[in-house]
């Protein structure tokens, strides 16, 4: 099941990924344009993945490496750290947009990842995708939120210090 949240909000179900059940993102709207920061933030949970996959750091490397790349981000730098000889990996690859990153269990066939990107030349619901698809995750749960700064925001210095919303 690969099932698309964006905040509370949801629409109708479409096929994506083969058999899995998902569904769409509601549409910024147009309101994009008046951002003077633009980020997208995509993160979600895979399940059922492949344990041998998740415990393969060079794997994991290639595929946020790949990852990038159909997102349209350039890859800066990557690393990963390896939790034990049979542990999971945290693997992140820092893009000139923001980053990148999956964090594994493979114990219980799981992982996280995480996409966020600012620019709105990249795609990161489609890295997201890849690498749900490149893990062979079973069950998918993904969300993303807008982390642009409009320009219809404004900040007072009455507002430093407090939650704006």
Known sequence: MFIYGLGTHYSKKRPILGKMT???LIEL???EKNALVYGVHVYGNLYGCSKELLKDEV??????KEAADVAGALVVSTF???FGVN????VVAIVAESHISIHT???????TVDVYTCGSHTNPMAAFEYIAKSLN???VEVFMSDRSYYTDIKVSSEDKGENVS
């Open 87 to 90: 542990g999971g990996i945290s």
């Open 105 to 111: 269990w493979p114990e219980h066939e799981y992982a």
């Open 29 to 31: 709207g147009g309101r």
């Open 22 to 24: 998902t569904q769409t």
């Open 59 to 64: 794997y994991l490397l290639k595929v946020v």
């Open 137 to 139: 995750a079973k069950k």
């Open 80 to 82: 990963y750290y390896k």
